[in-house]
Structure formats: structure tokens, C-alpha cells
């Protein structure tokens, strides 16, 4: 990116990863495949992200409605996520900034939830990007969690039912003090949001590309910035 663009940057980019299915049959090749190079991808554009100054990504790596994919997809899917885990418990780097994961992590295997937690205590608090990786998320489920929890406290009398306002839900979504997602990238052709940051997206520019996620190379990211800083934002007022 231009130097001079860097004011335009978005704060938040959320990336929904698809299309590594497709990547997979169009090389005759394993679904896993797919998802092994997306991973790749992956591992590129967020150390790209970090290099450009973005505060922070989410990426959308396995859905609250991914449990209906056949066993052997999860299987794999699951062990992409152990080599990644591994790999960052062995090369442990200041640079790469905060790692958390937002979703739901009880259903996962226990050495995955271990890891989980260890990697998100080894880095919390350090400078630079924050990267969410949303795994058994659902925005919907999200929200329902917020409502459940600001249930409690109202039933525990905590709080009074009116204090229940956008900036409490906030607080109790998995994103408690992020800001909202200005970008949401979508590659893989499919222009939906399938779930992904229904709240923190409200007013998040949407961009939606055709190509696939494991083909998705820093040059796509900088194009989608590009379409991201020629769109006017108004949140509903009338513009500058
Ligand atoms: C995205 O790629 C990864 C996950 C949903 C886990 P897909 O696996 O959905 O790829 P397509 O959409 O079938 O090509
Ligand atoms: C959304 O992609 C979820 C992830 C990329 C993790 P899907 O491939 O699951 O979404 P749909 O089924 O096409 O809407
Ligand atoms: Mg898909």
C-alpha cells in the first residue's frame, strides 16, 4: 500500500476464507487440500496485515453450521488448527501480536482447548495486530450468548433490564473492546455474510471477490483496501 493511504486504513478487516472446496476440485484434488493451502494463506495475509499496520483481523476459519460437513473434513480441518497451534508453541514471536479465538471452544478436542488457552494467555497483551480466529462462531449464536449472559445479570439483580444497552451487549460479545469491523472481505465469489459478525459489521463495507481463498495473495488484500477507501461511509448521516 501507498505510504499516503495509511489514514484510510480500516482499524478492523474481518475475512470470511472461502472457496478452499473449490480451490481442491478444480485440481482434482482432496477437499483437505484445499483447506491446507487455505491455511497457508491464511499464515501470509495476517504476518501482511500486521506488516501494514492493521489493528485488527478476523478471520472466519469454521462456522457454527460446519458440523454438517462429513466427519473426514472436520477431522482434517481440526488437524490443520493442532499444526498451527504447535507451530506457535515452537516459534514463539513478540511480533506477531495477540491471538485470540472467538466462538465457541467447549465442542473441541481437549489438547485443542489446551493449546487454545495457552496461546491466547502467552499473548495477550502484547503491541501490535490482534488476530480473532472465529472457530465454532456463529453471529447469531454470539448474540444469543450476549442475551443469555445479560439475562443473568438482571435476574441476579446486577443490573436493572434498562441497562441493557448497546454498549453492555457489546461488552459481552466475544469482541469486548474491539472496535467494529470496518471491512469485510469476501473471496470465493459468494456474496453472503453466512453468520459472520452480524453485530460488529452493522456498517462494515462489504467486498466481495472472485477469487479463492487459497489463491488469495497480499495484492488481493491491497485491492480490496483500494475499493474499501473509494467507498464514502456515512453510518447514516449525510456524508462529507
Ligand atoms: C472455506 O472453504 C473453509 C470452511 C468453511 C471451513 P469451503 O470449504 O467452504 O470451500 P467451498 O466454499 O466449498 O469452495
Ligand atoms: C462460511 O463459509 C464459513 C467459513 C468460511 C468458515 P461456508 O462455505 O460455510 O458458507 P456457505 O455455506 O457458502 O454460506
Ligand atoms: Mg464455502
Redesign the pocket.
Known amino acids: 500500500m501507498q505510504q499516503d493511504a495509511t489514514p484510510l486504513l480500516p482499524r478492523h478487516i474481518g475475512i470470511i476464507?472461502?472457496?478452499?472446496?473449490?480451490?481442491a476440485?478444480r485440481r482434482s484434488l482432496p477437499?483437505s487440500a484445499?483447506?491446507r493451502q487455505?491455511a497457508r494463506t491464511f499464515r501470509t495475509i495476517s504476518r501482511y496485515c500486521r506488516d501494514i499496520g492493521i489493528e485488527y483481523l478476523t478471520v472466519y476459519?469454521?462456522?457454527t453450521e460446519?458440523w454438517k460437513r462429513p466427519q473426514e473434513e472436520i477431522d482434517a480441518?481440526m488437524n490443520l488448527l493442532r499444526d498451527y497451534l504447535n507451530e506457535l508453541e515452537r516459534h514463539s514471536d513478540e511480533d506477531e501480536g495477540v491471538l485470540r479465538f472467538i466462538g465457541d471452544t467447549a465442542p473441541l478436542a481437549e489438547d485443542l482447548r489446551l493449546r487454545i488457552d495457552e496461546v491466547q494467555a502467552r499473548t495477550a497483551g502484547r503491541p501490535g495486530i490482534t488476530v480473532n480466529i472465529a472457530l465454532n462462531y456463529g453471529g447469531r449464536a454470539e448474540i444469543v450468548r450476549a442475551v443469555q449472559r445479560a439475562a443473568e445479570l438482571a435476574v441476579s439483580g446486577e443490573i436493572s433490564p434498562d441497562a441493557v444497552d448497546e454498549a453492555l451487549v457489546n461488552s459481552l460479545l466475544y469482541t469486548a473492546g474491539q472496535p467494529p469491523v470496518d471491512l469485510i472481505i469476501r473471496p470465493?465469489g459468494?456474496q453472503r455474510l453466512s453468520n459472520f459478525m452480524l453485530w460488529q459489521g452493522a456498517y462494515a463495507e462489504l467486498v466481495f471477490m472472485d477469487v479463492?481463498?487459497p489463491d488469495f495473495a497480499p495484492a488481493d488484500l491491497d485491492r480490496a483496501l483500494e475499493e474499501y477507501q473509494r467507498r464514502s461511509r456515512r453510518f447514516g448521516g449525510i456524508g462529507s
Do not use: C, Y
Request: hydrophobic residues 35%; glycine residues 20%; charged residues 25%.
Open positions: 476464507m472461502d472457496g478452499n472446496g473449490r480451490w476440485k477437499r484445499g483447506h487455505g476459519a469454521f462456522s460446519n480441518i470465493s459468494e479463492l481463498w
